[in-house]
Nanobody, 123 residues
Framework: QVQLVESGGGLVQPGGSLRLSCAAS????????MAWYRQAPGKERELVAR???????NYPDSVKGRFTISNDNAKNTVYLQMNSLKPEDTAVYYC?????????????????WGQGTQVTVSS
């Protein structure tokens, strides 16, 4: 059973920085992509950053240049470095993985979600 556990959320002032971590546990063979999503109250969940198994990254314009996603394969951990935070970045941030478990037939991947971590940007 694969599990994703986020950490690193909290309260930060506008212009500040936070680094979120997402640790994947369980029997993992590989992944196709890992990503961070966020959901603010009353809004739909939106993609914040994605990284593929080849290291290719993409970001929406709203966070481009401020957020950076990276991964440490040895630790099965994905990070989201968030700089120059704005009040509109306030949301629950979720880790997402398109992961191939060990023993998966034909390298079939499955989608996994973390439980979410709250990020609040406020003075």
């Amino acid at each position: 059973q694969v599990q994703l556990v986020e950490s690193g959320g909290g309260l930060v002032q506008p212009g500040g920085s936070l680094r979120l971590s997402c640790a994947a546990s369980g029997s993992i063979f590989s992944f196709y992509s890992m990503a961070w999503y966020r959901q603010a109250p009353g809004k739909e969940r939106e993609l914040v950053a994605r990284i593929t198994h080849t290291g290719k990254t993409n970001y929406p314009d709203s966070v481009k240049g401020r957020f950076t996603i990276s991964n440490d394969n040895a630790k099965n951990t994905v990070y989201l470095q968030m700089n120059s935070l704005k009040p509109e970045d306030t949301a629950v941030y979720y880790c997402y993985g398109d992961i191939v478990p060990n023993g998966s037939a034909y390298y079939t991947s499955y989608e996994y979600w973390g439980q979410g971590t709250q990020v609040t940007v406020s003075s």
